[in-house]
């Protein structure tokens, strides 16, 4: 992870290509099971089976992207979790959760490699997934149909429908906030941001990453700021 | 939809619009007198006949009831309950016949999300129609009666038809026409209804003086009754539900969390929608770019001196 | 069935005792249920097992098998004690005004004249006192120390309530409960229907067990009227027709005997057949014997068959025994005096006690022919199926031949009902592969042996080369024609003695009833109680008209019901002395003044006045018997035996085994069990999912049934920690056989003389042919033991030890 100088910008680096394919693979497969739980949630939303080939095949597909979904985050939760330990930073800047949807950070603590807003939705994310994935099992039929009792699999849907749902809110808020946030996306694309966004959302972040050196990709380097590798 | 008009619906699965309902036929009931029933099990052959059902060769349990429990191919089942009754201190063999019973409320269809892979006849018959099934098992938990099964070849679900082909045509159900003894009538509910009270007070003049139908209105009555000589506990046959009604989880999951749960997707969606349409940008300054510039070399003249 | 299926309905209480009708007569039970549901009809089962019909009746009580006559007695006596019997009924129509011979004595549990080395007894005390005018002589007044009656009452008296429960183990209460209800259907307007089946024929005394609720019955007044009667329900689709046409080995059709070897001329033959009159003016029936006789000799010999050779008397076999039954047969078989054995729709292998001297039997033979639709078990007695068909196939020398039949539903023909109906049926379905009629199979071993005698000679060719043998195609006689030859037919012309223009009978036409049969050759018949079911009007057995005069349930247009078209035999006695109904509202048929009018055929003549002729028209009383003089091996009257394996010694007559004059072959007796090493009753029994050794081969069937099961009761599960649906050893003296244990509460530990006893229910439909489970018949436990009068074994009861198993071993 570097701080880079370009020639046109400043970047800072913030996922490497491995976080940045489980994301993807994450979301690619949250997307998936949007669509082929809604068309089991309700019978106006049951034509998107059709994208998966029927209500058989949504059927028989989403437990199977729902394991999908749980290995990747999986992974995704190992590279992640220890930035997303809560500080009292995160409770005062969740104070002022109301200036950053109003587009004002200035009075905002200075915030590491993550927010309290972008804590929240990594825990809930853990939290429902595990959830969704266990309640899964309990209705999962062709496989765990006798395993559980008909009760047990009632409770199974219902919790299952309202962690989808709750689920649903989270990546909304997820996927909105990456699109308000101006600036955010790159981060998964490219893997980068610049170093202006960091300032603004993450200045505590690009410290710690500016002084773990900077590495000057300009054609011309007049000179390197880093005496070698960070550590 | 199962090669009949679809004017012959009462009810379709997963279905927002409601069937065209200008048709009304006669409600059918099927009654089963288990104070006359000898539990040969004539319907069950009948059933695995006419439906061309092969069933697995099983083994014996203990028991007289086979196959054990209903399956993909076995949709009615008698089973078998000793009971000591502490009143008159004698033995009863209570033997009920199993199966779907086509109730006026139907918790699987309820329950199903596949349009029209469930259906209601205006004649009150709960048909599955196999090409809308898509296996997921949801009717199932919907039933109050423990009824539907899925095949794990084919991946559909199963369960008594009522003989809807049979009945289309004028015919009673396999089962009735087999029955030897009369135990199972068909006809219409009402003339059913009429049959059952005869059998009753037959009954209680013969000291059975609870003896009653079982018709039960918490899922608005069912297609299949049975006179038992012990209306009031019909738990002893073989677990018969007291009330039996859609389970209010059931309910719940596919009553208010499905529109509350649309809603509030909906209205997140919107939120947000609204939110980028009005809301200030959340954008890095020119300002912002230079000051971090400023910062980046602070802090890395700092990260050198360490 | 003295009346109908059909009858039942009209019934007040039914009685099922000795059966098990909605198990094993599933279809027939309906009319109980009508009975019930229509008429309020009550219901009673007495069964060691709580069965299935005990499910649906109103009134249970447990006995211990084989004590039936014990119960039934006691029943007449609590009629007799509290006055509950059918006095007019009893006077008119049985005979118990009637005086038995001086000598006649019941001690010890033996009647006079028992012969302890034979076996046997002497039965010439066991007879009527004859007057001067050779009539018996009566005492009207029932007072006479030596009328039937009298002797009945005495007989009974030890069968008190008490007595009944220490033998039968039925509660005394419930026992009283059922003596009152039976005793109520002995007013002119009640009446009880008696349905039972091999649950009283298959005892060392099942005739006399019969005979018992006979004798209830005629007290009761209830023999020849609507709802009424003795209904014996058979149970092999068409047993009634294999009794009917005399396919066992001491009768020829019709109930007709076949000749003993003592009988050395037809003459010597019909001079115990005279059935003279016992009574002034009654039918004997019997009377017209030579008739039948006569008539059935030319249906078998044709123009062979002359009044010069009398009628060819001589070529039927000649018994030097008793009958050449089932247990005899094997028996010889089994000590390799049988060289060949045709085995026609019948799986001995399960069917005959003792299996394994059947399968020794069997590995004795020369030969085997199985005739089947299905392949039996006896078909396969020589393969090594382990534990379930133990035998050494290199040891066995018997050649077998399988040759394939049609089955009832690929064939026409007649099947007779239960209720003596003869129903014409037609093929279903083509018969699959290979097979063919019997018939037709018959008849190519016929025309085969035919041609050898008349070829080679032989021994006695006479009765081979000489059979009638009419057939469009000799190759395949057809179902019409051998059922024309059942019925009857003129051989030649016979006209009026007075008139000789006036043709009486004419030649080549269908005899319309046996009473135009003849003894002078000129008429063919058969089986004489068929006549009239194909006559010049055609095809009787194929009516199909559901038409029912008086809702009486006689159903007098559907298919024919021998004889005579009568549905209920004895319908004479349903009404009174006068030839009123006893119960109006339950008419059948009744004297105007000058004739018998009403719904069905009666007994007697139709202008036979009513004070005049009894309705019991076979017996030369014309009335029915209480005593049945020496017509009994056993007994005049029943008298309770225990079976010969019991587990209490007979309370009444403690030194007594068994029925005293049963048949049972010297080893057999040597190897029977003893209480103290096999302490438990078993009984088999059938199962309403299964017919016989049939439908195991049938899928669904199967699926219903799947697997050899013995049922036992909780008490004695927890006894021998014994789980449900573990693994059961079922041994008896003769043999072992491993089940699932069924433990239910519908068996219950009866207690029996002070002792606990427990019964263990074996049902019979498993073998190792067919789509179910392999698995054992209960006929490798029982015993080697027949009835007294009918030799059929003692499948009800006998004694078997049980301990849990981890299952037959598999090697």
Redesign the interface.
């Known amino acids: 992870m570097a701080v880079r100088r370009e020639e046109e910008r400043t970047t800072v680096d913030r996922y490497p290509g491995r976080v940045r394919v489980n994301h993807w693979v994450t979301a690619i497969s949250l997307i998936l099971l949007t669509l082929s739980g809604a068309a089991l949630f309700h019978p106006a939303l049951f034509f998107l089976s059709s994208l998966f080939g029927g209500g058989s095949a949504a059927r028989m597909l989403h437990p199977w992207i729902g394991v999908v979904l749980l290995a990747s985050f999986a992974i995704l939760f190992v590279q992640m979790v220890k930035y997303n330990f809560w500080t009292k930073a995160d409770t005062r800047w969740m104070g002022h959760i109301g200036e950053v949807m109003s587009g004002r950070e200035e009075n905002l603590p200075e915030v590491g490699k993550y927010n309290g807003a972008q804590k929240i939705v990594f825990w809930l994310m853990t939290l429902l997934i595990i959830v969704l994935f266990g309640t899964g099992i309990v209705i999962w039929y062709e496989y765990f149909g006798a395993s559980f009792t008909i009760e047990q699999q009632r409770f199974g849907h219902i919790i299952h429908a309202l962690a989808a749902i709750a689920m649903l809110l989270v990546v909304i808020v997820h996927i909105y906030a990456g699109f308000y946030v101006r600036g955010t996306i790159s981060a998964m694309t490219e893997g980068k941001v610049t170093g202006g966004w960091a300032f603004r959302h993450h200045r505590l972040w690009l410290r710690q990453e500016a002084r773990e050196g900077v590495i000057d990709e300009r054609q011309a380097p007049p000179r390197r700021h880093s005496p070698g590798p960070a550590e | 939809m199962a090669g009949l008009q679809s004017q012959d619906f009462a009810r379709i699965s997963a279905t927002t619009f409601r069937p065209p309902d200008v048709r009304h036929d006669f409600e059918v009931a099927k009654l089963i007198d288990v104070s006359k029933c000898i539990g040969c099990k004539a319907c069950q052959s009948a059933c695995l006949e006419w439906n061309n059902l092969r069933e697995e060769v099983g083994i014996n349990r203990g028991v007289y009831d086979n196959p054990h429990d209903l399956t993909e191919n076995t949709w009615t089942l008698m089973r078998f309950t000793e009971w000591e009754n502490p009143e008159s201190g004698n033995l009863e063999w209570l033997i009920r016949k199993d199966g779907c019973m086509h109730c006026a409320d139907p918790g699987c269809l309820k329950a199903c999300p596949s349009p029209g892979a469930i259906v209601q006849y205006n004649n009150g018959i709960v048909d599955f129609v196999s090409e809308n099934c898509i296996g997921c098992g949801y009717c199932v938990k919907g039933c109050p009666f423990n009824i539907p099964r899925i095949s794990q070849a084919d991946h559909k679900a199963y369960k008594c038809t009522l003989c809807s082909d049979r009945v289309s045509v004028g015919q009673a159900p396999a089962c009735a026409k087999a029955c030897p003894t009369g135990a199972i009538v068909f006809g219409t509910k009402k003339a059913m209804l009429d049959h059952a009270n005869g059998r009753i007070s037959d009954l209680k003049s013969r000291g059975f003086k609870n003896a009653g139908i079982y018709d039960p209105p918490g899922v608005g009555g069912t297609h299949v009754m049975y006179v038992l000589h012990h209306a009031d506990k019909p738990q002893l046959y073989a677990n018969l539900p007291n009330n039996p009604r859609i389970s209010q989880v059931v309910e719940l999951w596919k009553g208010l969390t499905k529109y509350a749960g649309m809603a509030a997707v909906g209205f997140a969606a919107a939120f947000a929608f609204v939110h980028a349409t009005i809301a200030r940008r959340n954008d890095v300054s020119r300002a912002e770019d230079r000051e971090a510039e400023h910062l980046i070399d602070e802090e890395a003249a700092r990260g050198r001196k360490t | 069935m003295t009346n109908s299926w059909t009858d039942i309905k009209n019934t007040d209480l039914v009685i099922i005792m000795g059966g098990n009708a ?2 094993a007569h ?2 027939g ?2 009319w ?3 009975a ?2 229509q008429r ?1 009809a009550k219901l009673i089962v007495v069964d060691p097992r ?1 069965t ?5 009746a ?1 009134f ?1 009580a447990p006995i211990r098998q084989g004590t039936d006559i014990a119960f039934l007695l006691g029943v007449m006596k609590y009629c007799i004690d509290n006055d509950k019997i059918q006095h007019d009924y009893v006077r008119a129509f049985t005979n118990a005004p009637y005086i038995v011979k001086d000598g006649f004595n019941y001690e010890d549990g033996l009647f006079t004249g028992y012969d302890e080395a034979k076996r046997d007894y002497d039965r010439s005390s066991w007879e009527y006192e004859l007057g001067p005018d050779g009539y018996v002589q009566v005492d009207e007044t029932l007072q006479h120390p030596r009328c039937v009656y009298q002797l009945l009452k005495k007989h009974v008296s030890v069968y008190t309530s008490e007595m009944v429960e220490r033998i039968c183990g039925t509660p005394k209460d419930k026992y009283l409960a059922i003596c009152k209800m039976i005793a109520e259907c002995s007013t002119r307007d009640k009446t009880m229907t008696s349905m039972y089946a091999l649950g009283w024929t298959q005892h060392s005394k099942g005739s006399q067990n019969i005979r018992s609720m006979a004798m209830l019955q005629l007290l009761l007044g209830n023999i020849g009227v609507r709802g009424g009667g003795m209904n014996a329900l058979r149970g092999h689709s068409n047993i009634q027709g294999l009794t009917d046409i005399g396919l066992m080995s001491d009768l020829i059709p019709g109930y007709l005997a076949i000749p003993k070897d003592k009988e050395v001329d037809f003459s010597t033959y019909m001079s115990t057949r005279g059935f003279k009159p016992l009574r002034p003016n009654q039918m004997s029936y019997w009377q017209n014997y030579r008739k039948f006789m006569v008539s059935f000799l030319k249906s078998m010999w044709g123009p062979a068959a002359t009044a010069e050779n009398e009628f060819a008397y001589q070529w039927l076999p000649k018994l030097d025994v008793a009958g050449y039954d089932m247990l005899r047969t094997f028996d010889l078989m089994h000590q390799g005096k049988v060289n060949g054995y045709f085995c026609q729709g019948f799986n001995p292998l399960l069917s005959a006690p003792n299996r394994g001297k059947i399968t020794a039997s069997l590995s004795k033979l020369k030969f085997l022919v199985v005739m089947d639709p299905l392949q039996t078990e006896t078909s396969r007695f020589w393969k090594d199926e382990g534990v379930h068909n133990d035998v050494k196939p290199e040891s066995i020398q018997t050649e077998v031949f399988e040759l394939p039949t049609t089955c009832f539903a690929e064939d026409e023909g007649s099947l007779v009902s239960s209720s003596r109906w003869l129903q014409w049926h037609w093929p279903g379905q083509e018969p699959p592969g290979e097979a063919k009629t019997d018939a037709w199979i018959m008849a190519q071993l016929h025309l085969r042996l035919r041609e050898l005698y008349a070829k080679e000679g032989g021994a006695f060719p006479d009765p081979i080369v000489n059979l009638h043998w009419p057939y469009r195609d000799p190759q395949d006689p057809q179902p019409d024609e051998i059922a024309r030859e059942l019925n009857g037919y003129v051989v030649s012309t016979v006209t009026d003695p007075a008139d000789p223009t006036k043709v009486v009978l004419e030649k080549g036409k269908q005899v319309d009833t046996f009473g135009q049969l003849r003894d002078d050759g000129s008429t063919a018949c058969g089986c004489w109680i068929y006549s009239g079911s194909w006559t010049e009007r055609g095809n009787m057995m194929a009516r199909r008209d559901t038409n029912d005069p008086g809702n009486t349930g006689a159903y007098q247009n559907w298919a024919f019901s021998w004889p005579a078209n009568r549905r209920i035999l004895y319908n004479r006695a349903s009404a009174d002395i006068n030839g009123k109904p006893w119960d109006p509202r339950r008419k059948l048929i009744e004297w105007n003044g000058t004739a018998w009018t009403g719904y069905d055929v009666p007994d007697i003549a139709v202008n036979a006045k009513p004070q005049d002729v009894g309705p019991f028209i076979m017996n030369p009383e014309g009335s029915a018997r209480l005593f049945s003089r020496g017509l009994m091996r056993d007994g005049p009257f029943p008298a309770h035996y225990e079976p010969f394996e019991s587990p209490i010694a007979n309370v009444t007559a403690p030194k007594i085994r068994g029925n005293p004059v049963a048949r049972i072959f010297k080893d057999d007796l040597a190897a029977l069990g003893t209480s103290e090493k096999f302490p438990y009753a078993a009984t088999s029994y059938r199962l ?2 299964h017919f016989h050794f049939w439908t195991k081969h049938v ?11 013995v049922e036992i009761s909780e008490q004695l599960a927890a006894e021998k920690n014994i ?4 693994w059961v050893k079922v041994s008896s003296a003769r043999g072992t056989v491993y089940a ?7 068996i219950k530990p009866l207690v029996c003389d002070g002792k606990t006893v427990h019964v263990v229910g074996i049902p019979l439909h498993w073998g190792f042919t067919g ?3 392999k698995g054992f018949g209960p006929n490798s436990l029982t015993p080697f033991v027949g009835d007294a009068n009918t030799d059929t074994p003692e499948f009800k009861a006998f004694l078997v030890n049980v301990e849990p198993s981890n299952g037959p071993a598999t090697s």
């Open positions: 909605a198990e599933p279809c039970f309906k109980v249920t009508e019930k549901a309020g709580f299935r019909s005990a499910s649906v109103d249970y309403t999912e899928w669904v069937n199967a699926v219903l049934q799947p697997e050899f099961f789980q449900k649906g573990g699932k244990a069924v433990v239910t509460k519908r789509a179910a489970k």
